[in-house]
T-cell receptor, first 115, second 111 residues
Framework: DQQVKQNSPSLSVQEGRISILNCDYTNSMFDYFLWYKKYPAEGPTFLISISSIKDKNEDGRFTVFLNKSAKHLSLHIVPSQPGDSAVYFCAASPLVVSGTYKYIFGTGTRLKVLA | NAGVTQTPKFRVLKTGQSMTLLCAQDMNHEYMYWYRQDPGMGLRLIHYSVGEGTTAKGEVPDGYNVSRLKKQNFLLGLESAAPSQTSVYFC??????????FGPGTRLTVL
């Protein structure tokens, strides 16, 4: 049972346009959400996060939106650049007893930004 | 400041062989994690540690053991490797409420 779903395995966007990556989750106890970016042969790198008490978080060209009632998360990249071409993972976690987060990752969406 | 490093980068094992993957971090993080990534699947948590001398099971712990004897190191062991353990393994570390920082990964093939 996939608790975090990224239903689009791939996405192509023209340079300068908006990229929208989507993520759905099933566990209403999820408290904290992140997006990671991964280039080939490298580890994932943190991009942006949002806690369940917010509905939006912005960092430069990247904005994450959280719709708790729909259990839906989205990442907007504006404007998209060729260097944004990578695999993007969303991850979610409840706050566990030990005080740390045990993230459940989605399967990833491969974004290709066309020059 | 190297961040999170993993040794080795690549390894090929035969079924039944054992090996240990080493993760080291120089950020003084309390928490460390081992994940595996398989095609068409997200990263899945194998084991994690909330401090030196402590370990806990993640989502897919079977067939793996871990140890955290020093704060900066987290070892992942495979006692008897199976083809199903062919994967890319990522280590990560974090402070208590911070995001996780990942190493570059170890690509393991079990024949």
């Amino acid at each position: 049972d996939q608790q975090v779903k990224q239903n689009s395995p791939s996405l192509s966007v023209q340079e300068g346009r908006i990229s929208i990556l989507n993520c759905d989750y099933t566990n209403s106890m999820f408290d904290y959400f992140l997006w990671y970016k991964k280039y080939p042969a490298e580890g994932p790198t943190f991009l942006i996060s949002i806690s369940s008490i917010k509905d939006k978080n912005e960092d430069g060209r990247f904005t994450v939106f959280l719709n708790k009632s729909a259990k839906h998360l989205s990442l907007h990249i504006v404007p998209s650049q060729p260097g944004d071409s990578a695999v993007y993972f969303c991850a979610a976690s409840p706050l566990v007893v030990s005080g740390t987060y045990k993230y459940i990752f989605g399967t990833g969406t491969r974004l290709k930004v066309l020059a | 400041n190297a961040g999170v490093t993993q040794t080795p980068k690549f390894r090929v094992l035969k079924t039944g062989q054992s090996m240990t993957l080493l993760c080291a971090q120089d950020m003084n993080h309390e928490y460390m994690y081992w994940y595996r990534q398989d095609p068409g699947m997200g990263l899945r948590l194998i084991h994690y540690s909330v401090g030196e001398g402590t370990t806990a099971k993640g989502e897919v712990p079977d067939g793996y053991n871990v140890s955290r004897l020093k704060k900066q190191n987290f070892l992942l062991g495979l006692e008897s490797a199976a083809p199903s353990q062919t994967s890319v393994y990522f280590c990560a570390s974090s402070s208590k409420t911070d995001t996780q920082y990942f190493g570059p990964g170890t690509r393991l093939t079990v024949l």
